[in-house]
């Protein structure tokens, strides 16, 4: 028995031995991989430097067509070479780590702690693919997308692509903590077969040994613990940033979703929970489904319209104006809760328990300073009792039916009777004092509020007036200095007041203040009276700076006045257009109102010559102009740090606007800039340009462009509605420069409008060419047929027109336009002030600028 058991023993410890010179040879190849996934790695990151990061460098320094910019590359490829730099440096310590101590773990601990620029480089991570998927999509970008396949192509690249490459980095991180993990878990199971087969050794030289070993793997161990745990935390932080720009996004496509919305985006708010709730208001049984958005201090409630939300309502997550309680109802399948502010009150219903559960937890730790919730009940609306749930009068108890009619108590919300409710009194918290119907328990607690809270009232109302008195006299001593400013007219109760900024039918939004009588009534500035429900009372906003309301801002720029809503924006641009200042911005976007009359003093030589010669770093100092926009786009243009990159100039607006004087302001600017720094053209103050005489063909092109005009605004404008000039087309006007100077472009027509030229609207006209030519040609027959001599061609407003052109437009042998069905359709055939054969003749002129002959 002795031997069997001895040799079971030793069979025991060979086994032992075994296994564990196994996940030793494991833990030595795992730490092997350690180190060939990281030369893989540096591999990967020295491929992309040289295959595609340098490349595009030099291409970047080479400007092009579909070539990207040196910013954009940077984007593309940011903190990669210092990613590569650390990396190196970790390759060359884990392998003389591995050679010389035969362990790696150290390694990790160290270099996670420097390792932070990866959070920058997986934040950036996703706008960067969304970038590289733009430009490899996009039809200009052509010589880039060749270079990708030449690259892709490259036989060190094994086929990957470069978005492959981007990812690495992001990927690297969670496969050293999988990596320190198995190791850990390696480790662990060495560490308690060394430990049993010490206990079971009985010699002292190999216990020793043994004990030896075994301090060495428990050493090991802490080691990788500690380096898992310092690249988990890498790991973690990275994580957490991810999730942040994932709930920023996430606020945005709420932000986007929601008509009627408030800006949404702010630091540290997120979406918490979501999801279609059943709520019922004053207890009428009713219930309509919406949609609920709980934030982190706000709840939004929302109905579906089409793809969107139409918001209802949003409530502040306060502690002392928001309530949430659960409702306990001995139905089955009612799942209720209560949701109450200072305006709004109603009861939602969910689907299951866990559901309410879990909203009203959510509500409730996200509701500030719980702790501190007063315990008032004329802080909230009350909530009505449901009529459905009550048969009896919650005080006497009598059983309502045809003649004992419920009745609401409008302080607690329960149902009485109308015995129970006779008292009429005014609630706590309501700004308009009205009387209301309130229980008998109600109106002992609110009579015991008013004696105790009245004296306390009244010498509030006492000092109040003492200090509005005050004010009063120290507001008239500064008007009395400044009675020459502007502000003289504004009066003290004015700048003393709290503007809001409510809607108005005709201006959209109006600065207004509260009337002091009423809580829903405001008085605008227009002394217009807007009534606004308590549903949206929350929703008004506070004007930003209330000298905006009465004063526009000088200089133009929007953003600078601090203007950042839009009803101040659009306050602001009245105010700005009632001066005739009819240029204001907001950064790099220009906005202009159509005056409807001339503004000579904007437009002489004396403001052009301004924004000739401002450098680009006063350029934007200027005043709001499409002087400004175009100087702006034109110095990017040729900026050094831009690598003369393209630059486009959008001029949109409804007809009417004045986008096509826009235009031509735009190209004028451009013409002379063009003139000017090629030929160093000299300006003289409050005089024309002095030019050349001989002209080049550089400056045939600047005029060919500027002198197209009549030509599209004959064959694609036409008279409607609100405007006489209408253009009924899109264009797309494409200049190319060389060093500076025009030195060809094109006009590009788009989507005309064909069925004007067979129908037209009730007091609208065909297009203007229509109109020239019939006009041309009555003038051009009686030429024809009378013989009269060169003066009464004069006469006839044909003076300088070929004779050929006379001839083809007497053969024509038109009648006048009200005998044309296509032009006699909308009862419109002349346009006040407007000479038709003279627009003709202009027309003519444009076509021979543009290179057209008689023939």
């Given at each position: 028995c002795r031997?069997a058991?001895?040799g079971?023993?030793m069979?025991?410890?060979a086994?032992?031995e075994?296994?564990?010179?196994r996940?030793?040879r494991?833990?030595?190849l795992?730490?092997?991989?350690c180190?060939t996934?990281e030369e893989?790695?540096v591999r990967?990151?020295k491929?992309?430097?040289e295959?595609y990061?340098?490349?595009?460098?030099?291409?970047?320094s080479?400007s092009g067509?579909g070539?990207l910019?040196?910013n954009?590359?940077?984007?593309?490829?940011?903190n990669l070479?210092?990613?590569l730099e650390?990396?190196n440096?970790q390759?060359?310590?884990?392998?003389?780590s591995?050679?010389?101590?035969?362990i790696?773990a150290?390694?990790?601990t160290?270099?996670a702690?420097?390792l932070r620029?990866?959070c920058e480089?997986t934040?950036?991570h996703?706008?960067a693919s969304g970038?590289?998927?733009?430009?490899l999509q996009?039809p200009?970008y052509?010589t880039f997308q060749h270079?990708?396949?030449?690259?892709?192509a490259?036989?060190r690249?094994?086929?990957e692509?470069?978005?492959s490459?981007?990812?690495?980095p992001v990927q690297v991180?969670?496969?050293?903590r999988?990596?320190?993990?198995?190791?850990l878990k390696?480790?662990?199971?060495?560490?308690?077969?060394?430990?049993d087969?010490a206990q079971?050794?009985s010699?002292?030289?190999?216990?020793?040994?043994?004990?030896?070993?075994?301090?060495?793997?428990?050493?090991?161990?802490d080691?990788v613990q500690?380096?898992?745990?310092?690249v988990s935390?890498?790991?973690?932080?990275?994580n957490e940033d991810?999730r942040a720009?994932?709930?920023?996004r996430a606020?945005v496509?709420l932000?986007e979703s929601?008509i009627g919305?408030?800006p949404?985006?702010?630091p540290?708010?997120?979406i918490?929970r979501k999801?279609?709730?059943?709520?019922?208001?004053r207890g009428?049984?009713?219930?309509k489904?919406?949609m609920?958005h709980?934030?982190t201090?706000l709840?939004i409630?929302?109905?579906?319209?089409g793809?969107?939300f139409k918001m209802?309502g949003i409530?502040r997550?306060t502690s002392?104006?928001?309530r949430?309680e659960?409702v306990k109802t001995?139905?089955p399948?009612?799942h209720?809760?209560?949701i109450a502010t200072a305006?709004?009150?109603?009861?939602?219903?969910?689907?299951?328990?866990?559901?309410?559960d879990?909203?009203?937890?959510?509500?409730?730790?996200?509701?500030?300073?719980?702790q501190?919730?007063?315990?008032?009940?004329?802080?909230?609306?009350?909530?009505?009792q449901?009529n459905a749930?009550v048969?009896q009068?919650?005080?006497?108890k009598?059983?309502f039916?045809l003649l004992v009619?419920?009745?609401?108590?409008?302080?607690?919300g329960l149902?009485f009777c109308?015995?129970c409710t006779?008292?009429?009194?005014?609630?706590?918290g309501d700004?308009?004092?009205?009387?209301?119907?309130?229980c008998?328990?109600?109106?002992i607690?609110?009579?015991?509020?008013?004696r105790k809270?009245?004296?306390?009232?009244?010498?509030?109302e006492?000092?109040?007036?003492?200090?509005?008195?005050l004010f009063?006299?120290?507001?008239?001593?500064v008007?009395?200095?400044e009675?020459?400013s502007?502000?003289?007219n504004?009066?003290?109760?004015?700048?003393?007041a709290?503007?809001?900024?409510?809607p108005?039918?005709?201006?959209i939004?109006?600065?207004?203040?509260?009337?002091?009588?009423s809580?829903?009534?405001?008085?605008t500035?227009?002394?217009?009276?807007?009534?606004?429900?308590?549903?949206d009372l929350?929703?008004?906003t506070?004007?930003?700076?209330?000298?905006m309301?009465f004063?526009p801002?000088?200089?133009g720029?929007?953003?600078?006045a601090?203007v950042?809503?839009?009803a101040?924006v659009?306050?602001q641009?009245r105010?700005r257009?009632q001066k005739?200042?009819i240029?204001?911005?907001?950064?790099?976007?220009?906005?202009a109102?159509?005056?409807l009359h001339?503004l000579?003093?904007?437009y002489t030589?004396?403001v052009?010559k301004?924004?000739l010669k401002a450098?680009?770093?006063?350029l934007p100092?200027l005043p709001?102009?499409p002087?400004r926009?175009?100087?702006l786009?034109y110095?990017?243009?040729?900026?050094?740090?831009?690598?003369q990159r393209?630059?486009a100039i959008i001029?949109t607006?409804?007809?009417g606007?004045?986008?096509?004087?826009?235009?031509k302001l735009?190209v004028q600017?451009l013409?002379f800039?063009?003139?000017?720094?090629?030929k160093?053209?000299s300006?003289q103050?409050?005089?024309?340009?002095v030019?050349?005489?001989d002209d080049?063909?550089?400056?045939?092109v600047?005029?060919?462009?500027?002198?197209?005009?009549p030509v599209?605004?004959?064959f694609?404008?036409?008279?409607?509605l609100?405007n006489n000039?209408s253009?009924r087309?899109?264009?797309w006007?494409t200049l190319?420069?060389?060093?500076?100077a025009?030195?060809?472009?094109?006009?590009?027509?788009?989507?005309l409008?064909?069925t004007r030229?067979v129908h037209?609207?009730n007091?609208?006209?065909?297009?203007h060419?229509f109109y020239?030519i019939v006009?041309?040609?009555?003038?051009?027959?009686?030429?024809?047929?009378?013989?009269?001599s060169s003066?009464?061609?004069e006469k006839?407003?044909?003076?300088?027109?070929?004779?050929?052109?006379?001839n083809?437009?007497?053969?024509?042998k038109l009648g006048?336009?009200?005998t044309?069905e296509y032009?006699?359709?909308?009862?419109?055939?002349?346009?006040?002030?407007?000479d038709e054969?003279?627009s003709?003749?202009e027309?003519?002129?444009?076509?021979?600028?543009?290179?057209f002959?008689v023939?």
């Amino acid at each position: 028995c002795r031997m069997a058991k001895e040799g079971q023993r030793m069979a025991d410890m060979a086994q032992e031995e075994s296994m564990s010179m196994r996940l030793k040879r494991k833990l030595e190849l795992k730490r092997k991989e350690c180190v060939t996934v990281e030369e893989n790695y540096v591999r990967a990151l020295k491929l992309t430097d040289e295959l595609y990061y340098r490349p595009l460098e030099l291409l970047a320094s080479h400007s092009g067509d579909g070539v990207l910019g040196a910013n954009e590359v940077s984007l593309l490829f940011r903190n990669l070479r210092q990613l590569l730099e650390k990396h190196n440096e970790q390759l060359k310590a884990l392998k003389t780590s591995l050679r010389t101590r035969g362990i790696i773990a150290p390694v990790y601990t160290k270099f996670a702690k420097e390792l932070r620029i990866y959070c920058e480089y997986t934040n950036c991570h996703d706008d960067a693919s969304g970038m590289l998927t733009k430009f490899l999509q996009d039809p200009e970008y052509e010589t880039f997308q060749h270079f990708i396949n030449i690259a892709r192509a490259n036989p060190r690249a094994r086929g990957e692509t470069l978005s492959s490459f981007l990812i690495r980095p992001v990927q690297v991180i969670p496969r050293y903590r999988l990596l320190l993990a198995e190791m850990l878990k390696l480790l662990i199971r060495i560490r308690k077969l060394e430990q049993d087969k010490a206990q079971t050794e009985s010699r002292m030289s190999a216990v020793r040994a043994d004990a030896a070993e075994a301090h060495a793997v428990e050493q090991e161990q802490d080691m990788v613990q500690t380096a898992l745990e310092a690249v988990s935390g890498l790991a973690e932080h990275i994580n957490e940033d991810l999730r942040a720009s994932e709930r920023r996004r996430a606020l945005v496509k709420l932000e986007e979703s929601l008509i009627g919305a408030p800006p949404l985006v702010v630091p540290g708010r997120y979406i918490v929970r979501k999801g279609y709730l059943n709520a019922s208001e004053r207890g009428s049984g009713r219930k309509k489904r919406y949609m609920f958005h709980l934030l982190t201090d706000l709840l939004i409630y929302s109905t579906k319209k089409g793809w969107k939300f139409k918001m209802k309502g949003i409530m502040r997550l306060t502690s002392d104006g928001f309530r949430v309680e659960d409702v306990k109802t001995s139905k089955p399948g009612k799942h209720k809760f209560l949701i109450a502010t200072a305006q709004k009150a109603f009861s939602v219903q969910t689907e299951t328990k866990n559901e309410k559960d879990q909203w009203l937890n959510d509500v409730k730790e996200f509701i500030s300073d719980p702790q501190d919730r007063r315990s008032s009940e004329s802080m909230f609306a009350p909530i009505w009792q449901d009529n459905a749930e009550v048969t009896q009068c919650n005080s006497c108890k009598k059983t309502f039916y045809l003649l004992v009619r419920k009745h609401h108590c409008r302080m607690c919300g329960l149902i009485f009777c109308a015995m129970c409710t006779k008292s009429r009194l005014p609630i706590p918290g309501d700004p308009d004092r009205l009387l209301q119907r309130v229980c008998g328990g109600c109106s002992i607690k609110i009579r015991e509020k008013v004696r105790k809270t009245g004296k306390d009232e009244r010498e509030q109302e006492k000092k109040k007036k003492l200090s509005e008195e005050l004010f009063l006299r120290t507001l008239s001593a500064v008007s009395q200095e400044e009675k020459h400013s502007e502000l003289a007219n504004i009066t003290l109760i004015d700048l003393k007041a709290v503007w809001y900024w409510v809607p108005d039918p005709l201006h959209i939004y109006l600065p207004a203040k509260r009337d002091p009588g009423s809580r829903n009534k405001f008085i605008t500035t227009e002394n217009t009276i807007v009534r606004v429900p308590d549903k949206d009372l929350p929703m008004l906003t506070e004007v930003e700076n209330p000298l905006m309301v009465f004063e526009p801002d000088n200089s133009g720029e929007l953003l600078m006045a601090q203007v950042s809503s839009h009803a101040s924006v659009l306050h602001q641009i009245r105010l700005r257009y009632q001066k005739d200042w009819i240029y204001s911005c907001v950064d790099e976007i220009l906005i202009a109102m159509n005056p409807l009359h001339l503004l000579p003093d904007m437009y002489t030589n004396r403001v052009l010559k301004k924004y000739l010669k401002a450098d680009p770093l006063t350029l934007p100092t200027l005043p709001p102009h499409p002087w400004r926009a175009a100087a702006l786009a034109y110095s990017n243009m040729l900026s050094e740090r831009a690598q003369q990159r393209k630059e486009a100039i959008i001029i949109t607006g409804e007809s009417g606007s004045g986008k096509t004087e826009t235009t031509k302001l735009v190209v004028q600017f451009l013409g002379f800039a063009s003139s000017a720094r090629e030929k160093s053209l000299s300006f003289q103050e409050n005089k024309q340009l002095v030019t050349n005489e001989d002209d080049t063909e550089d400056t045939r092109v600047e005029e060919r462009m500027m002198g197209a005009g009549p030509v599209l605004e004959a064959f694609g404008n036409a008279k409607t509605l609100r405007n006489n000039n209408s253009s009924r087309f899109g264009k797309w006007l494409t200049l190319r420069f060389r060093g500076g100077a025009i030195k060809s472009g094109s006009i590009t027509t788009y989507l005309l409008e064909k069925t004007r030229v067979v129908h037209q609207p009730n007091q609208e006209r065909n297009y203007h060419i229509f109109y020239q030519i019939v006009a041309a040609a009555q003038a051009a027959s009686e030429i024809a047929e009378n013989k009269e001599s060169s003066t009464t061609s004069e006469k006839k407003g044909l003076n300088g027109v070929e004779e050929e052109i006379i001839n083809v437009l007497a053969g024509l042998k038109l009648g006048p336009a009200h005998t044309h069905e296509y032009l006699n359709q909308s009862g419109c055939l002349k346009l006040k002030g407007v000479d038709e054969i003279e627009s003709f003749r202009e027309t003519l002129d444009s076509l021979k600028k543009v290179g057209f002959s008689v023939e």
